[in-house]
């Protein structure tokens, strides 16, 4: 099984993904689509997340994004949908059980460092270092889908995702860096370093940062975590600074 996914500027250019990835015969509780705002007909339900809760929250998060979707019954696409808010991006609308799930995990991400509770929500297949980016793009109002889809469909499941419009994710990574990288430079630069001599090893501190693992904690509680995480590469000043920028950045997004 592979999981698929799509980020889309417009609901329905994902409502037609959808769609389609249903005429491959993939199953609708396979297939899971979110999208910023509420609709009508949709239970409404705040995902109860703080940087407080203790590491059950996960589970806890998972039930209440299930009862909502199983109060919902919505007709949209055929699949059940229920209206949330996440904490750090707001209302959403999740249709169906795998957009359940992300939202699960998105809503961990955004409240707490959740360390393996964030596998139990979505499991391996969307690579946890990239959350972040979904949270990204649910906030500028584009939409998701998410599919898990079996071997033998997932190269027409990926044409499908591609030809409805799908951005691509590492499109999506480098113009999130742009739209922050002249305010990182100048940060940077105020003690005189030198950015574009560190910006690589900067960047990947500053993602680390926003790994749902380590949300909310400081470089010296993670140093251990990093130093295996990132073997072979060296945790330098650039990189602790970019850390520490990253911490700073995903609290100002909650």
Do not use: C
């Not at 691509?168 to 630069?189: F, G, V």
């Amino acid at each position: 099984m592979e999981v698929i996914t799509g980020v889309f500027e417009a609901r329905a250019d994902a409502e037609r993904a959808v769609n389609q990835l249903r005429s491959l015969g993939i199953p609708q509780e396979e297939i899971g689509l979110i999208a910023p705002g509420y609709s009508s007909g949709t239970a409404e339900r705040a995902v109860p997340v703080t940087d407080t809760e203790d590491s059950g929250m996960g589970k806890a998060m998972g039930a209440a994004v299930g009862g909502a979707m199983g109060a919902a019954g919505g007709a949209t696409l055929g699949l059940a949908a229920a209206s949330l808010a996440i904490p750090g991006v707001g209302p959403v609308i999740a249709f169906g059980m795998i957009g359940a799930a992300l939202v699960g995990t998105l809503g961990a991400a955004a409240g707490a460092a959740l360390g393996d509770q964030v596998e139990e929500q979505l499991g391996e297949g969307v690579p946890h270092e990239d959350i972040f980016l979904y949270e990204e793009a649910l906030r500028h109002g584009r939409s998701l889908v998410i599919a898990n889809v079996d071997d033998d469909r997932a190269d027409k499941a990926r044409d499908v995702i591609d030809n409805a419009g799908a951005g691509d994710i590492d499109s999506l990574r480098e113009a999130w860096w742009a739209e922050l990288r002249d305010d990182e430079r100048n940060y940077y630069h105020r003690d005189g370093r030198d950015f574009d001599n560190d910006e690589e090893t900067y960047r990947r501190g500053f993602q680390a940062a926003l790994h749902p693992r380590r949300r909310g904690k400081g470089y010296a509680d993670v140093e251990d975590e990093l130093r295996t995480s990132y073997s072979g590469i060296a945790l330098d000043s650039g990189f602790r600074e970019g850390y520490e920028r990253g911490l700073a950045y995903q609290g100002r997004s909650k």
